[in-house]
């Protein structure tokens, strides 16, 4: 089973991108599963319904999340009901939405798993580690494959994790940092990892957003009000096989492509 994998979407150029890829490398990869990362979508802070409709009508089968989920107040009013959206699993008891899900493409069942790291991000979330062991044993039987976007600050915590679930997981991938890296591999038992897919929007900018508000605010310190910014697109995922029988990663490949404004039009 091939699965592409899209890092964060950023605001509606980032949809713009995402759109106009899917359509090339479903013809060119023909990915059987598109999972993709949804939490600064709308205007680089959450999701709306809107924007959800919107991004499933892409043929999209899942849409994970991170800390920003929250950011839309609606949120909370379509959460539950969003069947393909996922918000971290290791927020406490309560939270609205699912942290993980199984579901199905031609015949066969994989799990995907939304975490989030602790490092620099929320202290009150519960041990990511922890939970996925709890999340392993309830659908270790039911499933060969098993994805995790892993959203964290720390390349350290990321990579941790990935060594304490290697073998269990299928795909183990990094998003938050906006920064695709180079480190891509198949781990000693079997599992595909990266620790930060990137993000899929504006690429002159900083990590998404207009270069003068982020720059200023290391400068002076100061609270800014943050803007998406326009210009050419930069498009990052990866594309992983798996072997349907024993969920082990065959291979994963990292897909960066730049997008000339020229070129949306």
Known sequence: MRFLIVGDIIGEPGRKALKFMLEELREREKPDVVIVNVENIAGGFGITEKIYSYVKSMGV?????????????EIFKFMDSAEILLRPANYPEGVPGRGYAVFEKRGVKYCV??????????????????????????????VNIIVVDFHGEVTSEKWAFAIYSDG??????????????????????????VTDVGMTGPWYSVIGMKVEKPINRFLYGLPQKYEVAGGDLIFNAVL??????????????RIKRLIKREEMR
């Open 168 to 193: 269990r997981a299928s795909i183990i991938y990094g998003t938050h940092t906006h920064v695709p890296t180079a480190d891509e591999c198949i781990l000693p038992k079997g599992t595909a990892y």
């Open 113 to 142: 798993i939304n975490l989030m790291g602790r490092v620099y991000l929320d202290c009150h979330l519960d041990n990511p580690f922890r939970t996925f062991d709890r999340i392993y044993e309830d659908i270790k039987d039911r």
């Open 61 to 73: 089968d899942v849409m994970t999340s991170g800390n920003h989920i929250w950011d839309r107040k």
């Open 240 to 253: 992983v096989d798996v072997d349907e029988e024993t969920g082990k990663a065959k291979n994963i490949r």
